[in-house]
């Protein structure tokens, strides 16, 4: 049998929690839970468990399972249909064990068990392990729904890090969406990141101790409706008046009126305000206050300021994107939050001379949060895409007939390995270059204005970084959405929901466009810059190396690759540099005009920046592995997500100067196709290593166990509109007689 005992763990009287204990042995093979199958139902049975599907407790033959039962249960039972045989040959071909990767992943082993229990917690709160129930979120929400169930997820993560101490859902949503979509994400990505940055310490005694333990929900105020990207231009102000000793806070025009911060609707009871600080007249520009919006007793506004929900939007209504119109707002002086300026009693105003930029540090902040977890959402994409090719069988190749051939798994055709394969790569790629780029964002919130120097620098990695993860994991999830055809289009495939949370984050904390001239910007400066460049662009000085102006050799080899890409970066900041210069000095533009004729070179200057450095980061995280069959794996993801670049929309620039030649592209091409051939044995592994709960993937497609077909099914009887219509013959009465039946019976 194999099962050596099935006890019970959980809470007393309770049939939700097992351990179950198999003999080392017997529990490596598919076989093997095939056979224990009927004991397992017949223990289930006892309990009274529901049959629920989710299984991923696979660990080194021996398995305890302090966890749900129902994650054991189903597989065992079922694990008969072809679409699950299909999935489970593909994962057995596998050259490695995906366990260790996801041990490199998250961080740890330890870090791997921490975050299973997190989202093991979580899921139970939001009910949402029962695989066989229609995702609440795939029914009838409407905006109302969608911000109840927003509240409801928000409010599971408060608790858990609360009662936990643990940070996993600080960045993230259960369904690893960016925290962005919880009504009190931006609390702790903005609001207390903010605080830190930007309270006096004794206004940081005050305030943070009430946020950290939410007796406060903030918001972070900034975009207007007329201005994001431009903040110079916010128009809410901050008229000091000194007899009261207070701010008044005001939105003077329409255009003022603050619109998109995230909670601002209904759930935040403050808000970190930026608003224009003036004194006497003067405008001493962007400031940030601290304004109560509620009262903290029954919620409501306090007097002055309205507050609404701006409507359904793309995606993320799980959140209350609000505004607000403030009508002379008194606060309190010290509500300015001072770390860098201060207002004296009579008016007199002082300030950092870096102030100007380290008011903005909160945005870096949050742009590095996106970065650190933005790719997660591209794993999640080509995890279910990935997944859902190994089980769905259609078509054959040209010059083959069906009776010759059975049908084969869409993961067998060509481009279909190539382009889920590459988002694989492009998410790894990205997990390691926001690793690298880490240390540049976590000290930030404590950073003085000495650090002015760093500031400008994480400015310029984060700014790049993030419009290049951004920009390729919204690609990269919308084109795994169609890598799934027909059915990723629907809802219940769990695609459109990260099309619609990924494809807003080239806009939100800074549009890509603006970043990358922010970088660009910096890289131009670098280019003249002195001897204490940092060691991340010092290349960029390097005109003199013969070395980077070799012709490229071998391709394939990752240090060679490193040179081409260093070779694209370097030329082209230098070539839009000079460009910049002569436009200026041969063609009398002044240097705003000049910028604004280059502009789209500069951005692809900085983009080339970027990917060199994203390149660096994988290439560099490969070799401090040690050599085995995961490292070996990482390196094949590593130069397909190279190859992938020089293939590219953005390749052109390794071609253009005569440095990279077709015969490069066509050896690119072949090795491509070779390592493919490598890698596609290894997909399934590949997704299982993310080692993302079944849940959180919410998709009828892309579940462990490959039941697609029986779970679409499933799902879509419990549509609402066809249970609803269920319970009424199977006719949808409201429907038939006001606009069927007078059609056919020419009663128009
Ligand atoms: C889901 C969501 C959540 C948000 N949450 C918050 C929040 O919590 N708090 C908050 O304060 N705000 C929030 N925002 C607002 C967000 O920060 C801004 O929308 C964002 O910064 C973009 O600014 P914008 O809307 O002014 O775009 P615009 O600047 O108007 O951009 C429009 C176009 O103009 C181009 N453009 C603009 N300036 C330049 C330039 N200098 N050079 C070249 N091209 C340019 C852009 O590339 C873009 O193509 C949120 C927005 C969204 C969508």
Same mark, same amino acid.
């Given at each position: 049998m194999g099962v050596n005992r099935i006890d019970r763990c959980g809470?007393?009287?309770?049939?939700d929690y097992f351990t179950v204990q198999y003999q080392k042995q017997t529990i490596n093979s598919f076989e093997s839970l095939i056979r224990i199958q009927d004991f397992v139902h017949q223990h289930a049975a006892l309990a009274r468990c529901q049959p629920q599907t989710h299984w991923r407790m696979w660990k080194e033959g021996y398995i305890n399972l302090e966890r749900r039962w129902d994650r054991v249960f189903p597989v065992c039972c079922s694990m008969a249909n072809r679409q699950m045989r299909l999935m489970n040959e593909a994962r057995a071909r596998a050259s490695f064990d995906p366990r260790e990767l996801t041990s490199i992943i998250f961080g740890g082993p330890e870090a791997v068990k921490a975050c299973e229990a997190a989202f093991t917690r979580i899921e139970q709160v939001l009910r949402t392990s029962d695989l066989d129930k229609l995702p609440d979120t795939y029914g009838d929400l409407d905006r109302t729904g969608q911000f109840l169930d927003g509240l409801h997820f928000g409010k599971a993560m408060v608790a858990e890090k609360l009662k936990h101490g643990h940070s996993v859902f600080e960045p993230i949503t259960p369904r690893y969406w960016l925290a962005n979509a919880s009504p009190f994400g931006l609390h702790v990505v903005m609001f207390i990141p903010a605080l830190k940055l930007l309270a006096a310490p004794e206004q940081l005694a005050y305030w943070l101790p009430l946020a950290e333990s939410y007796k406060i929900i903030g918001a972070y105020c900034q975009t207007e409706l007329g201005h994001g990207s431009f903040i110079r231009g916010l128009q809410t102000t901050a008229t000091f008046d000194p007899p009261n000793d207070e701010f008044i806070i005001h939105s003077p025009t329409t255009s003022s009126t603050k619109y998109w911060p995230a909670g601002l609707g209904y759930s935040a009871s403050h808000a970190i305000v930026m608003a224009c600080l003036i004194i006497e007249n003067r405008n001493h520009g962007v400031h940030p206050f601290i304004v109560q919006l509620r009262s903290l007793e029954d919620y409501t506004p306090l007097p002055g300021i309205e507050l609404g929900d701006i409507g359904l939007k793309?995606? *993320?209504?799980?959140?209350?994107n609000g505004y607000a119109v403030f009508t002379h707002v008194r606060i309190p002086r010290k509500h300015l939050l001072a770390r860098h300026a201060q207002v004296a009693p009579d008016g007199t105003y002082t300030a950092d001379s870096s102030r100007p930029k380290l008011v903005y540090g909160t945005m870096l902040f949050a742009r590095g949060q996106l970065v650190a977890n933005g790719y997660l959402q591209l794993a999640q994409a080509a995890t279910i895409a990935l997944r859902y090719s190994v089980v769905r069988e259609q078509g054959t190749l040209p010059f083959t007939s069906i009776p010759e051939v059975a049908e084969l798994p869409l993961l067998a055709f060509r481009a279909q390995q190539q382009r889920l394969l590459t988002l694989m790569s492009r998410a790894f790629a990205l997990m390691f270059a926001a690793r690298s780029a880490g240390s540049a964002y976590a000290a930030l919130p404590d950073q003085g204005h000495t650090e002015y120097r760093s500031l400008e620098l994480a400015h310029a990695t984060l700014a790049g970084l993030k419009a290049y993860a951004t920009q390729t994991v919204a690609d990269g999830v919308e084109d795994a959405r169609k890598c799934?055809? $027909?059915? $990723? *289009?629907?809802a219940m495939s769990g695609l459109p929901d990260l099309v619609a949370t990924t494809t807003v984050l080239a806009t939100l904390e800074g549009e890509n466009c603006v970043m990358y001239q922010q970088t660009a910007r910096f890289l131009v400066k670098c280019v003249h810059g002195g001897a204490d460049i940092d060691a991340t662009v010092a290349y960029l000085q390097d005109s003199a190396d013969p070395e980077l102006l070799r012709p490229a050799v071998d391709i394939l080899d990752s240090g060679e690759q490193l040179r081409i890409f260093r070779h694209r970066a370097m030329r082209l900041v230098k070539e839009y540099a000079q460009a910049f210069s002569a436009s200026q000095t041969r063609d009398g533009l002044n240097p705003a005009q000049a910028w604004n004729t280059h502009m789209m070179g500069f951005i692809s200057a900085a983009h080339a920046h970027v990917e060199y450095t994203v390149l660096q980061s994988f290439v560099e995280a490969v070799h401090q592995l040690d050599t085995g069959p995961t490292r070996l794996v990482l390196q094949r993801l590593c130069g397909l997500f190279a190859l992938g670049c020089i293939d590219g929309p953005h390749g052109l620039g390794f071609f253009d100067d005569g440095h990279l030649r077709a015969t490069h592209l066509r050896r690119a091409h072949v090795a491509v196709g070779e390592l493919l051939d490598n890698l596609v044995p290894d997909a399934v592994a590949l997704t299982d290593a993310w080692n993302f709960s079944d849940a959180s993937l919410a998709s009828a497609l892309g579940?462990?166990?490959?039941?697609?077909y029986e779970r679409m099914m499933r799902w879509t009887r419990q549509v609402p509109l066809n249970a609803a219509v269920a319970k009424t013959g199977n006719v949808f009465r409201p429907g038939f007689e006001e606009f069927i039946r007078p059609i056919l019976k020419g009663k128009l």
């Open positions: 809470p007393q009287n309770s049939s793309a995606g *993320y209504n799980s959140v209350d799934c055809g $027909g059915h $990723g *289009y629907l579940c462990w166990d490959g039941n697609v």
